[in-house]
């Protein structure tokens, strides 16, 4: 009998896929750090079984008709914004994402960037690189304590619990910002429940870790930054498209914050004539929340064990939809 297909749409670490060799054909696009072209990834979804994909490939209306037999759509990421996880439903193709196995690697990115923001690393690596070290002097790149300070975090979930743990180690107080209270996760970190205006105007670090949906699109806007303090911190950790970034640019320009560190951009990958680029209080990275060696196997491996479940007609582990 022919075995199920499943194509996979970057090229991971083939040793990884040994313990499914027996039950599954495997294709694969050729790069790693390339995505493989829509024409083809229309023409590969045809005839599989199931897709493995990254966060990057839009799985719309348009792509899932073109499938015959698809049965599962895991997507090496746990938001799931690029997936149209109501057409797939529809169709009845499951849609599998990765929770858990990412959210400390996550939350230590997201608790590095609001460091490196705050105390000003990138500036002070370049400051070297560039040989202007030349003497110490009283307030050198000096910039804004982390420990005892008031962090908000908006969007207290699986990975906004994690940053609350770190953030307990920095002795700093802790707001959070969610639709539905978590009495909880309240008890457990000695996290308070606010209003977002409230976390807005009394956090001196603000960190977004909300799912893009049609509830948080711009959710940061220019309002929102104008209830921030002057020397507020805002950090993204989420979605590019929860951010407003002509509204942040004008805000970190005019002073109405002191900082931004961003994971995530509107538009990913981001030019490098980006205006947030030019900022010297701007840190920014290249979507690295979860990427760990270790941490991002284990997403692969759980993408390859909700396909193994689901390509048995057994119940996926992480379902979305
Ligand atoms: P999660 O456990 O589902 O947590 C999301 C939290 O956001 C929930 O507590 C939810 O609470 C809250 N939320 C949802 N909609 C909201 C709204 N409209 N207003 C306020 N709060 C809202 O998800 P997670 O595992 O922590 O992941 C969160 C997100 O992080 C992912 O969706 C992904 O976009 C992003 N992420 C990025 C990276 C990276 O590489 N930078 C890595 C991993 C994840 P309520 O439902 O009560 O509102
Ligand atoms: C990364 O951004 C993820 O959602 O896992």
Redesign the pocket.
């Known amino acids: 009998m022919k075995k199920p297909t499943i194509f996979i749409t970057r090229k991971i670490p083939t040793k990884l896929l040994e313990p499914y060799s027996d039950l599954f054909d495997f294709k694969m696009w050729k790069k790693e750090d390339e995505p493989v072209p829509r024409e083809v990834l229309e023409d590969e979804v045809k005839q599989v079984d199931g897709l493995l994909c990254v966060l990057s490939d839009q799985v719309d209306q348009s792509l899932l008709n073109q499938s015959n037999q698809l049965k599962i759509v895991a997507n090496m ?5 690029n997936i149209d996880i109501d057409y797939a439903k529809k169709m009845g193709v499951v849609v599998t994402n990765t ?2 196995v ?2 400390e690697s ?1 939350a230590d ?2 608790f590095a960037l609001m460091m490196a923001t705050a105390r000003r690393l990138n500036e002070a690596a370049q400051y070297i690189k560039n040989g202007q070290w030349k003497n110490w002097a009283p307030f050198l790149l000096a910039g804004t304590d982390i420990h005892h300070k008031t962090l908000g975090i ?9 940053i609350a743990r770190r953030a307990k180690g920095f002795g700093m107080n802790v707001l959070y ?6 009495r909880e996760a309240e008890v457990k970190l000695q996290a308070s429940y606010v209003q ?1 205006e409230e976390l807005l105007s009394q956090s001196d670090f603000v960190i977004s ?5 049609k ?2 699109n711009k ?1 940061f806007n220019k309002e929102a930054f104008e209830k921030m303090k002057e020397s507020a911190v805002f950090v993204n ?3 590019g498209a929860v951010v407003d970034e002509n509204a942040l640019y004008y805000a970190l320009k005019s002073g109405e914050i002191k900082a931004a560190g961003l ?2 951009f509107e538009q990913e990958p981001i030019k490098s004539d980006h205006p947030l680029l030019e900022l010297e209080n701007v840190v920014c990275l290249p ?5 760990t060696v270790q941490t991002r196997t284990e997403m692969i491996e759980l993408c390859l064990k909700n396909i193994a479940t689901v390509l048995e007609e057994k119940a996926p582990l992480t379902p979305v939809n």
Not at 177 to 182: D, G, P, Q
Not at 209 to 213: A, E, K, L
């Open positions: 990421a746990v938001g799931f914004d929770p858990d990412l959210s996550t990115l997201g908006v969007g207290m979930g699986r990975i906004g619990e994690a910002h969610n639709r539905n209270r978590k977002m870790v909300v799912p893009f949906t509830e948080t959710l950790i989420s979605r994971d995530v979507h690295i929340g979860s990427a």
